[in-house]
């Protein structure tokens, strides 16, 4: 039980890992949509369960609310911003990395349609944890393809290749980071003053603090089941 719950340090190879980030087998590309489609899936239950923005999402709405732009184009800039990071981290984008905001967005779009939005309190705090699982479980499964990383999932890799950080580690520094931020912006008044985000709820919170510890633990069960 206690090997179950390891963690991997970095992203295992894996026998479907592709030979290039822009060529691949069609079972490595099958595997990748799956996985983009299921992390898509995951993000939308959280969304419905109605507690709390996704870190990059406070952040995003943290700029709008400073910038007076819409959230979609501050999520654009962002993505953007993310990739930018990239250049010292040595990471470069790939096929998956296309795919990841293509595939993504269906799967949002769809998930949010069909999924119910509970008004019970437990059982929206257990979407929350189903949530999480279900991006972690992805993310094991599209990483693990060598297509290149999504944006924002490229920074916690570029940290464990860069710097030798565990992967669990990496992604917390980084969730935690953009609450943070995107917490102080939205409760900043037009006059630079500070004030308290109103985008942060408990899904935030415990979706900053668990995600990171359980993409280490499914990277880690699938580089040993691989």
């Keep these: 039980m206690r090997r179950f719950f390891t963690g991997a340090r970095s992203v295992p190879i894996t026998s479907w ?31 419905n369960a109605t507690l709390g923005a996704g870190p990059w999402v406070v952040f995003a709405l943290g700029v709008t609310h400073v910038t007076g732009l819409s959230v979609a184009y501050t999520t654009f800039i962002l993505s953007l911003f993310a990739v930018i990071c990239w250049i010292p981290l040595r990471q470069k984008p790939g096929l998956g990395t296309i795919s990841n905001a293509v595939v993504i967005s269906i799967a949002i779009g769809v998930g949010t349609a069909v999924i119910p939005e509970p008004s019970n309190l437990y059982i929206r705090i257990l979407m929350v944890v189903l949530g999480i699982l279900t991006i972690a479980v992805a993310s094991a499964l599209y990483l693990t393809c060598g297509l290149g990383a999504g944006p924002r999932d490229g920074l916690m890799t570029g940290m464990n290749k860069r710097f030798g950080v565990p992967v669990g580690r990496a992604r917390l520094v980084v969730e935690v980071t953009v609450v943070i931020l995107g917490w102080l912006l939205s409760g900043m008044p037009r006059d630079g003053s500070l004030g308290l985000g109103k985008n942060v709820g408990l899904g935030t919170a415990l979706f900053a603090l668990l995600i990171g510890r359980c993409v280490a633990v499914t990277l880690g069960f699938v580089g040993r089941r691989s």
């Design 17 to 47: 890992r592709a030979p290039s980030q822009w060529r691949c087998s069609p079972r490595t590309y099958l595997i990748l949509v799956i996985g983009l489609y299921l992390y898509g899936t995951g993000d939308a239950i959280i969304i």
